[in-house]
């Protein structure tokens, strides 16, 4: 394997044994193609641009606007279900990535993001405010302002990919993008080198650099360093770019990374990184707070913080209440069971790189989570597209061409749910405690790797937080919701 031929780049590699959904017959073939990516991008696109189109000139109800229908029902179900079962598809097929490619076509940009800025607290932010504008905004139940935040963000990516190389707002300042990347840690599949004998050999390091028009990775990710998910958009350049055929999209076990203390290309050591740590945390805490969003005990919550701050305006009740949820409870948290683990295991070591290191522990429980919520709304709100599409299909003259425009759903009954209700309740209980169940391994492996006579000392901590955590996201699933995004919410 490691003679001179088989690093020929007609030569592709053989050594993976795994199944690569690369080197499969038609899906294979189609993401080697140059323009997949494009392909995928564009009715994504279209739709996003019917999405404004809905949201800014369609009535403003939300279930019947595809502006709220698609944006808060089926995008975030489908972003959550693929990377439960793939990994992130969602960067790979990103509508807003195709008039930045575009542009680029024209606009070379020359400046270079600084180096003070290399960080995620940017995105962190970002990704708390898009959390914080849904609640304060409603923005599952307002089309307008959905409309408005789809055109911000094709604004905000076209400035910031426009004026500054490789991709800035993928990496540092995309919401979704982080989301994404923290959530891809658990999913089955990754973007890696078959054959890591093969990139030893190699010379021209393409994957990285770019080859002729081909670039390399935007992302800073190196194939022959790269370890798992983090950052990685799936955007396939490494493959198109790489001569020896040596990239392919792997399986692997799902949340091993977790533990992994490799350095990573582009990344460093996760035990190094406490903004991605931050991010892991924001991202298994954020999901609980989003589901407190929707259950009633919230208004009560409210009141009470409206009191104490002596206000009825909801902006400084729901700020108060986003610091507590995702500053003073993950640090008071982290910290206590950091402290513990210390004392029982006798840990050395600051409390920061503990907390940081065990946060990535969270991920599971997190993605669980956000898994039980995001397909609460698909499932039970698939079929909302039919009558927010027929509206805009009347409005545009549909009938004019002899279709149906008359009648909810293009005269078609509306369907139900997509599976009976009550499976609902056991669907979603199976993803928290499976969720909170990888959560419990990775804190052990990292418990084993830290204190390998007192592993027990050392897991039972944060045995304890992710127990409590657990609980907060059972009694949360017990209390009524709100159904955002489905025609019950009217
Ligand atoms: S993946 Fe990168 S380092 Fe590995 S063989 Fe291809 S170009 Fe070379
Ligand atoms: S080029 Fe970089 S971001 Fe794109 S799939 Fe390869 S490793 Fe991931």
């Known amino acids: 394997m490691t003679t001179q031929t088989t690093l020929s780049p007609s030569t592709p590699s053989s050594a993976s044994t795994s199944v690569d959904l690369m080197a499969l017959p038609g899906l294979g073939r189609f993401l080697r193609w140059r323009h997949a990516r494009t392909t995928l991008q564009v009715p994504l696109t279209l739709i996003a641009l019917l999405m404004v189109l809905d949201g800014l000139q369609g009535p403003q109800r939300a279930s019947g606007n595809l502006a709220t229908?698609?944006?808060?029902?089926?995008?975030?179900?489908?972003?959550?279900?693929?990377?439960?079962?793939?990994?992130?598809?969602?960067c790979l097929a990103c509508p807003f990535m195709l008039p930045r490619n575009l542009l680029r076509r024209f606009l070379r940009p020359t400046w270079v993001w600084p180096r003070r800025l290399r960080h995620k607290g940017m995105g962190i932010l970002l990704l708390v405010l898009l959390l914080f504008a849904y609640e304060l905004f409603d923005l599952w139940a307002t089309p307008w302002w959905t409309?408005?935040?789809?055109?911000?963000?094709?604004?905000?990516?076209?400035?910031?990919?426009?004026?500054?190389?490789?991709?800035?707002?993928?990496?540092?300042?995309?919401?979704?993008?982080?989301?994404?990347?923290?959530?891809?840690?658990?999913?089955?599949?990754?973007?890696?080198?078959?054959?890591?004998?093969?990139?030893?050999?190699?010379?021209?390091?393409?994957?990285?650099?770019?080859?002729?028009?081909?670039?390399?990775?935007?992302?800073?990710?190196?194939?022959?360093?790269?370890v798992g998910n983090m950052d990685c958009t799936f955007c396939l350049d490494c493959v198109h770019a790489?001569?020896?055929?040596?990239?392919?999209?792997?399986?692997?076990?799902?949340?091993?990374?977790?533990?992994?203390?490799?350095?990573?290309?582009?990344?460093?050591?996760?035990?190094?990184?406490?903004?991605l740590a931050a991010l892991a945390a924001v991202f298994?805490?954020?999901?609980?707070?989003?589901?407190?969003?929707?259950?009633?005990?919230?208004?009560?919550?409210?009141?009470?913080l409206g009191n104490l701050l002596g206000t009825r305006s909801e902006a400084p009740v729901l700020g108060l209440l986003f610091i507590i949820a995702l500053v003073v409870e993950p640090v008071l948290l982290l910290g206590l069971a950091g402290g513990l683990a210390r004392r029982w295991a006798g840990l050395r070591g600051g409390l920061l790189p503990l907390m940081t290191r065990y946060a990535y522990a969270l991920v599971p429980l997190g993605f669980g989570i956000w898994l039980a919520h995001y397909s609460f709304h698909f499932l039970t709100g698939f079929w909302t597209f039919l009558p927010a599409l027929h509206g805009l299909w009347a409005r545009l003259g549909g009938a004019s061409v002899g279709l149906p425009s008359q009648g909810a759903n293009f005269g078609l009954p509306y369907p139900g749910p997509l599976i009976p209700m009550d499976w609902l309740f056991p669907l979603e209980l199976g993803f928290i405690v499976l969720g909170w169940v990888g959560s419990l391994l990775v804190a052990y492996r990292l418990a084993a790797q830290d204190a390998p006579q007192r592993t027990w000392q050392a897991f039972l901590p944060w045995a304890g937080l992710l127990l409590?955590?657990?609980?907060?996201?059972?009694?949360?699933?017990?209390?009524?919701?709100e159904m955002r995004g489905t025609p019950m919410m009217g």
Not at 78 to 87: E, F, N, Q, R, S
Request: charged share 15%.
């Open 468 to 481: 409590l955590l657990l609980l907060a996201a059972l009694w949360l699933m017990g209390q009524p919701m």
């Open 284 to 304: 298994t805490f954020g999901a609980l707070l989003n589901a407190f969003g929707m259950v009633s005990p919230i208004y009560t919550v409210e009141a009470w």
């Open 69 to 90: 229908v698609l944006a808060w029902v089926h995008y975030r179900g489908l972003i959550i279900l693929a990377l439960l079962v793939a990994g992130n598809l969602f």
């Open 147 to 226: 409309a408005w935040l789809v055109v911000a963000y094709f604004v905000i990516l076209l400035l910031v990919d426009g004026l500054f190389r490789g991709a800035p707002f993928c990496k540092y300042l995309c919401p979704i993008g982080q989301f994404n990347f923290v959530a891809s840690l658990v999913s089955p599949l990754e973007v890696r080198a078959r054959d890591p004998q093969v990139c030893a050999d190699c010379r021209t390091k393409d994957c990285i650099r770019g080859r002729g028009k081909q670039r390399g990775c935007e992302l800073g990710l190196f194939q022959a360093r790269k």
């Open 242 to 275: 790489c001569p020896y055929d040596n990239v392919g999209i792997l399986p692997r076990l799902p949340a091993s990374e977790l533990w992994s203390g490799l350095w990573r290309s582009g990344i460093g050591r996760f035990s190094r990184r406490p903004d």
